[in-house]
Structure formats: C-alpha cells, structure tokens
C-alpha cells in the first residue's frame, strides 16, 4: 500500500477529525501517503484542482477535539445520482466512472469513507465499478448504523442533548409549562431515548412506538394533579402518532436521498395544551446536536476506528465497514450493513429501564412492560451462560 484517500460523507458528526488525524498518522507511521477527498466525492467530480488534499502530520496537528470535518462534507451529490446541468435543467446522472477513473489517475489504492447508511452504499456501487478497496467508518449522531453497537458522535449528541434538558427543566419548573423538545434521529430513537432517559423526561416518543396522544394527555394531567405542574416530553423527530405518517419539513427530491424530517414538536405542544389547558412550547435542538467538540468517549472510539482501518488496509485485502462490537472492532461486509437501519430494541433494558422510571412512551401504562417476555423467562431458568439482558 503507497497512497490511500480518505473522505467524509453524509450530515457531519463529532469525532471525524479524529478519525481522520487517527487514519493520517497510523498510514504515515507505516510510510503511506494519506490524500484527503474534500466535500465527499464533489471535489472529484467537479474536477476541482483543489480536490485532494494531502494530510501530513501537519494537516492533522490539533484536530482531535474539533468539530464538524476538516475536509467537508455534504448529503447531497451521489456520483450515482450527480446532478449534471442539461439545457438549463439538472438532470440526475451517474458520473460513478468518474470517479473511479480519477483514483486511477492519482494511484489511489483504497479509500476510507466515513459516512452513514448513504455513504457505506455508495462506497458498495463504486467497489462494484472497480474502486480497488474501501473501508467503511460508521458515522452518524443518530446511531441507526446497522451491524455496529454504536456510532461516534451519538455519545456527543447525547450529552449535548441532556444538557439542553436539564435548562429546559428550570424554565419549565418556573412557569408552570409542558417544554416539548425535538431532537434528531431520523427513523430511528435512539437520541431521544438515551437523552430523554439521562435527562429526566416525563414523556419519551420515539418512532419505534407509535404513540396514543391519550397516554401523553393522561401522563401530563397526572403530572398537574400530582403538584408536579410542569413536564418534559422529548419527541424524536421521526416519531408518529398511531396511524399517521412522520412530519416532514421538506420533502424528498432528486438529489437528496432523505426527505427532511421536523415540526412534530410543535404540533404537539399545541395539542397538549388544547386537550390539557397546560401552557405549553416547543423546541427544537436541531444541528446543535451535531456540532462543537466530541466528548471523551467518542474522541476514544473515533481513534479506534481510525487506527482500525489502517490495519485492515495493511492485514487483509478485504473491504467492508467497521464495525464495534463486544468491545472489538470487526470489519463487516458491506453487503450486510446496507440497506436497512438499527432501531431501538424495545425489550432491550434502556426502553425497561425508562418504563420502570414511571416515562410514558406513548402507548401502555409506564411499568406494563418492564417484565421480560415469557420466552426469555423461560430460555434464563438456570442456564447461565443464555442470561437475558435484565
Ligand atoms: O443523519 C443525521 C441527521 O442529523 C439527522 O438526525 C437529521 O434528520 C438530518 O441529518 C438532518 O439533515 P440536514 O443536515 O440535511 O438538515
């Protein structure tokens, strides 16, 4: 291996400058030449002399604790679905031989892509076009990678996240009022979960239970009545009511693979203050929950991933994602991890433990389903080594 490229693709995440200075210093460590791709495959196929950036130890100096991406990102402009100007229209056209031809041209031997459910993809279709290797890194805050235990970024999202709480419980508390708070997700509710919990919320809605506004109704009376009179509903945004569609704010078009979610907390808050009389307002913590500096645990496991894939570059002639688990990076095929995203196991014990605390989740009673199913009671009857997660 002589040069490898590394690019950033998908919305941004903290923890991938310290993946990219992990990858930088472990390639050149090993006598490697590092290429940095900017704004995912844009500057390739925009034929921007400026494309490529080499990373040397001081482009990488300094970075590990620094938000966002040196090298840029975007979720827009698949090399598959490129928007390509024709008699003043874009037009979507797969310009993916572009790129391949342009790492041919720079001698590139493989790529590391740090990306999403998009990015690992693209990274697939363009092995297929004759890409010589890739290696995946997952990134999202949103955590719904499939295959891993945990993304880097979700961790700083989270924290951020309960932050944001714990200041929207004193202005609650004050005023006597329902703060619904939105936070991100996509489809998938982990944020919400995980912060939701840490942070004290009264009422979680996350898109793996559709909820019954009855039972958020119910739980915020019974907060009033019970001299608790203010109350925090955290609402992912990808989370719907019983028989309703998610809220978009802006739907999907040609260029763009999501459609983009938003608004759900507001319409909330106004139907909890018609049905309950509480005052009620709505917030929206939006891509705060995706900026500044990565907490430690991320910082640590962005590291990790990064050194992992120059490893796997130099060990194997495999490509595929890493992948986090049991406290091992693994690398997966790629066949495996895309198409489909992670959701909330709802018996895993986080969604037990909220239950336990008394949160409503939008559906049954808090506690009902704290008991662990009648098939893992059974399958845990002195068989120590099949202990289900309590
Ligand atoms: O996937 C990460 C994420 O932040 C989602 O949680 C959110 O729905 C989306 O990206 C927002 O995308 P954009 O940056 O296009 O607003």
């Not at 969604?351 to 199913?373: H, K, N, Q, Y």
Request: aromatic content about 4%.
């Amino acid at each position: 291996m002589k040069r490898i490229a590394i690019n950033t693709g998908g919305g941004d995440a903290p923890g991938l400058n310290a993946v990219i200075r992990a990858v930088a210093l472990s390639a050149l460590s090993r006598g490697w030449e590092v290429l940095g791709i900017r704004r995912g495959y844009q500057g390739l196929l925009d034929d921007d002399p400026n494309a490529l950036i080499h990373l040397d130890r001081n482009a990488v100096r300094g970075i590990v604790h620094v938000g966002g991406t040196i090298l840029g990102t975007t979720n827009r402009n698949d090399p598959f679905n490129y928007p390509v100007e024709i008699d003043g229209q874009k037009v979507p056209t797969d310009r993916s031989d572009h790129v391949v031809q342009r790492f041919r041209e720079h001698g590139i031997e493989a790529l590391v892509a740090l990306g999403g459910d998009g990015s690992m993809r693209i990274a697939r279709s363009l092995l297929a076009r004759g890409l010589p290797r890739v290696i995946g890194v997952p990134k999202t805050i949103d955590n719904d990678l499939r295959g891993t235990s945990v993304t880097f970024g979700f961790a700083t999202a989270v924290e951020t996240t309960t932050e944001a709480l714990d200041r929207l419980h004193s202005t609650a508390q004050s005023h006597q009022r329902v703060i619904v708070v939105e936070v991100m997700g996509r489809h998938a509710g982990w944020i919400a979960l995980h912060a939701g919990i840490a942070g004290g919320a009264d009422v979680i809605l996350i898109p793996e239970i559709p909820y019954d506004l009855e039972r958020v109704y119910d739980k915020i009376r019974q907060r009033y009545q019970q001299r608790s009179e203010f109350a925090i509903v955290v609402v992912a945004e990808g989370a719907t009511e019983a028989g309703h569609d998610a809220t978009y704010k802006l739907g999907k078009n040609a260029f763009k693979e999501h459609a983009v979610l938003g608004g759900i907390a507001e319409r909330l808050a106004r139907q909890i203050e018609a049905a309950t009389g509480c005052e009620s307002r709505s917030v929206v913590l939006g891509h705060l929950q995706r900026g500044g500096s990565p907490i430690g645990l991320d910082r640590l496991l962005a590291q990790r991933m990064g050194c992992a894939a120059v490893r796997f570059l130099a060990q194997t002639d495999q490509s595929g994602m890493l992948a986090e688990i049991g406290g091992q990076i693994r690398l997966l095929p790629l066949d495996d991890v895309v198409g489909g995203i992670r959701n909330v196991d709802l018996h895993g014990d986080t969604v037990c433990t909220g239950r336990d605390l008394g949160i409503c989740f939008g559906d049954e009673a808090a506690g009902i389903f704290s008991e662990l199913p009648a098939s893992e009671r059974r399958a845990s009857n002195g068989a120590s080594h099949s202990q289900p997660a309590l």
